[in-house]
């Protein structure tokens, strides 16, 4: 099996995308780029089993109704809730609020923050992907997922406040990821992941998208199966990192 993960930004200068090949007894990060284009983000999702990437699938349904009523002139509908309830609402997704529910931290809002510059990256990428792989799933089936390396590192309870500004968090970080995962062989790439967050949260994701081929995550809850596949759902780990091994 090959996993691959996705660090995407909105300039392709902070994209990275790393590689990680499973054996019987060890998984060898094979691959780490910075300044991945979309080009070979692609031609890599057609060689692996899974890729998992972190950037928002979709927007909020509350969101894309009320950007649509106020393109067409309607007044804005406070018959449900008003103030910050409403706006929180149209602000996060089912699946930002099922991540918070789970970690205690809300993912950034793709409505309301500057992650939907990447979103719009997403958008277009995925449409990509779909060309040369198939119909996309936004709603966590299939071989592309989006995930969330902050929530899952949260869950595999490896989370280290700093670590996306801190180098040298980074390397403890890191240190205690090799320490839960021996198996992991991360000596060809130790260094690059040190210097940049963003390599380290590929590899993140591309662990991420291992559980999601064994069945190591949370299932959509059926009630907003429907609104997942719209509005985009994060693949969150259900066990413990240890569980990826390979067998």
Do not use: N
């Not at 790393?18 to 910075?34: H, N």
């Not at 928002?56 to 649509?68: K, R």
């Not at 993912?107 to 990428?125: F, N």
Request: hydrophobic content about 45%; glycine content about 8%.
């Amino acid at each position: 099996m090959r996993t691959a993960g996705v660090d995407l930004a909105a300039d392709t200068k902070k994209t990275a995308i790393a590689v990680i090949q499973w054996e019987s007894v060890r998984a060898t990060v094979e691959r780490v780029e910075l300044g991945a284009p979309d080009e070979m983000i692609v031609d890599v999702a057609a060689d692996v089993d899974r890729m998992g990437i972190d950037c928002a699938f979709g927007w909020p349904d509350d969101f894309v109704e009320f950007v649509s009523r106020h393109a067409e002139g309607a007044r804005v509908d406070l018959s449900r809730d008003r103030g910050i309830d409403w706006r929180r609402r149209l602000a996060y997704r089912e699946t930002d609020r099922e991540v918070l529910r789970r970690t205690g931290r809300a993912p950034l809002s793709v409505a309301t923050d500057r992650l939907g510059l990447t979103a719009m990256h997403c958008a277009a990428l995925l449409d990509a992907l779909a060309d040369r792989i198939g119909p996309i799933s936004r709603g966590g089936s299939g071989r592309i997922v989006e995930v969330y390396p902050a929530a899952a590192l949260r869950l595999w309870q490896l989370s280290r406040p700093g670590y996306k500004t801190d180098a040298e968090v980074r390397a403890g970080l890191i240190a205690s990821l090799e320490e839960r995962a021996p198996w992991l062989d991360l000596d060809s790439v130790r260094r690059r992941l040190i210097e940049s967050d963003d390599t380290f949260d590929a590899v993140i994701a591309a662990l991420i998208a291992r559980a999601h081929a064994l069945g190591e995550t949370h299932p959509v809850p059926p009630a907003v199966r429907e609104q997942a596949d719209r509005e985009g759902w994060i693949v969150l780990p259900s066990g413990a990192v240890e569980a990826l091994a390979g067998s």
